[in-house]
């Protein structure tokens, strides 16, 4: 005899019912053990974290693994054993969870996602990384993160992140807000073939209002090395915050706007290939600052950047190349502290052109370019040609400064000649070119409508001060060309440069330091004393020239 249709029905649901309530009281269950889980679990977290990660120690606030198996960690601070205060890292939220859709792939992967972390980084806490043998990511991350979730992460996402860099000066940290980073198919389940499977990008604040923007791709897991393949662009970023980095290296910076956009590829095979395709500075005041205290420490940086320069020159497994750069509205100045008095030289108005500057010969000539006016009144141009390079530095320098007032070069003249000036023009012409290890040219400043002794101005100093401005300037009457009323002195310059595997920085540093503080200021102090026993003679109508035959560049 068969069941009534209504009772079978009836049947069917009090069993579905039967299974619903299972379903829900097994839920239940396992959401209840669940729950009494996470304190273990936490524990368990932070005791692997602690166990594997060197270098560093943790604490974990919460954690809560769900029925599909995602975990999250809440509270996580993470501080640096060797300078504990302040903690490095703050992780409101550490989210895991199972990418399910490539399981039908064959493959089992997770994601992670880093919800508003703060970062706090200290000078001593930089360098104690930058000097550990062990790099960051070779520290146990991965094992500690793998041995409570124990799935291979393909995507990597960091939201809101906050960073703050504190270098020398605590009042003036750097801070870089709404960081936003993400890296997918990490583990290359998605074009495996390709160089540069994984997605790329960072986005975020600098300074303020600045942007950083990152987009490109990479391979993390190429062999020997991870390789990347990016543009990147800076927007609209203040340089004034970068000062209590720069001023540890005796560079003072003031205002100054930055854009720029470039590319870098870093190959499996170390091959490095970095483009700065544009780079804008606007309104910046810089000055290199020289003191006799850390005269040491310059010179010391100074090998450093010569040593890292020639690592890079011609090396063919890196490419470093600036297409086109611009500083203009700025000023540029060199500070000299050592000196008695001390003093600054400095270009108002500058503006400086840099294209095709590359460390490699093959890229071609580079060119760079100078305008501005020299301590606010000279009309200045510098021009310069860089030809590619095999053996030693190879270009051509031409300076032209024209219509300087004297008297803002007071200072200098104090500190080499122990006398100013009341009125006067300063100008200088050079040509000089660096090729197979020999430098040829010549450097010619002129000085015209000298006054060096004023009654009202000098009234102050001693007697026998005012006698010798007195001679100073005496004798510049003397050398003047009555035409044109200039005191005119040309130095040529050939020889041998001093060491010809220097770069051409190096180069070109060495000739302003040699060529015009050590020959052309003391050179007119000599003068000025040597003209004494042509004043005998009568005075001179023709351009006085001192020629040297060689100038040492030591």
């Known amino acids: 005899m068969s069941c009534r249709p209504g009772a079978a029905y009836a049947k069917h649901m009090k069993f579905m019912a039967w299974v619903a309530i299972s379903i829900l009281v097994i839920v239940l269950i396992a959401a209840a053990a669940l729950f009494f889980i996470d304190e273990p679990l936490r524990a368990f977290i932070e005791r692997q974290l602690n166990k594997h990660v060197e270098g560093y120690s943790f604490t974990v606030g919460k954690a809560h693994l769900y029925p599909n198996l995602s975990l999250q960690i809440e509270n996580a601070v993470m501080t640096q054993t060797k300078h504990p205060d302040p903690p490095v890292a703050s992780i409101p939220k550490w989210h895991f969870s199972i990418q399910w859709r490539h399981v039908f792939s064959g493959v089992l992967v997770s994601d992670y996602l880093i919800d508003h972390p703060t970062l706090h980084i200290t000078l001593p806490q930089a360098k104690k990384e930058i000097k550990d043998e062990v790099p960051i990511h070779q520290k146990g991350w991965r094992d500690a993160v793998y041995s409570f979730y124990p799935f291979k992460i393909n995507e990597f996402k960091v939201v809101e992140a906050d960073l703050t860099y504190v270098d020398n000066n605590p009042s003036k940290p750097l801070h870089l807000t709404h960081l936003n980073f993400r890296v997918g198919n990490i583990r290359n389940i ?153 003093y600054r030289v400095f270009l108002t108005k500058g503006e400086l052109h840099l294209n095709n500057i590359s460390n490699q010969f093959t890229e071609g000539t580079g060119l760079v370019k100078i305008k501005g006016s020299f301590m606010g009144t000279g009309n200045t141009l510098i021009s310069g040609t860089f030809r590619p390079e095999t053996k030693s530095p190879d270009f ?20 080499y000649g122990n006398f100013d000036v009341t009125a006067g023009v300063f100008s200088l012409y050079s040509e000089l070119s660096v090729k197979n290890g020999a430098i040829q040219g010549y450097i010619k400043p002129l000085f015209r409508d000298m006054k060096v002794y004023d009654e009202r101005q000098d009234k102050e100093k001693s007697a026998f001060h005012k006698l010798y401005e007195g001679l100073v300037g005496g004798i510049a009457k003397l050398l003047e060309n009555k035409p044109r009323e200039e005191v005119a002195t040309k130095v040529e310059i050939s020889g041998s440069v001093e060491n010809p595997k220097a770069s051409t920085w190096q180069t070109i540093v060495n000739l302003i330091q040699n060529a015009f503080f050590k020959a052309i200021l003391p050179g007119f102090e000599r003068q000025v004393t040597g003209a004494k026993a042509d004043a005998h003679q009568g005075a001179k109508s023709e351009t006085s020239e001192s020629a040297a035959s060689s100038l040492a560049l030591k």
């Open 190 to 342: 998605h074009f495996p073939n390709d160089a540069y499977p994984s997605d790329l990008s960072l986005d975020g604040n600098i300074f303020g209002p600045g942007r950083i923007e990152l987009k490109g791709h990479a391979n993390f897991l190429s062999e020997p090395s991870v390789g990347i393949n990016a543009d990147m662009a800076l927007r609209q970023v203040a340089l004034e915050p970068l000062l209590p980095v720069t001023g540890g290296y005796n560079v003072q910076l003031r205002g100054g706007v930055l854009s720029a956009d470039g590319h870098l590829e870093y190959t499996a095979e170390g091959e490095t290939d970095a483009s700065l395709k544009t780079l804008t500075i606007d309104n910046v005041r810089l000055d290199y600052v020289h003191a006799a205290e850390t005269a040491t420490k310059e010179t010391q940086v100074g090998k450093e950047t010569v040593k890292t320069a020639k690592k890079l020159s011609n090396k063919p497994d890196a490419v470093v190349k600036i297409e086109k750069a611009v500083i203009k509205n700025s000023e540029f100045g060199f500070v000299n502290e050592a000196a008695k008095p001390p």
């Open 396 to 415: 051509d320098l031409n300076i032209k400064i024209e219509d300087t007032q004297l008297r803002a070069l007071n200072d200098l003249l104090r500190a």
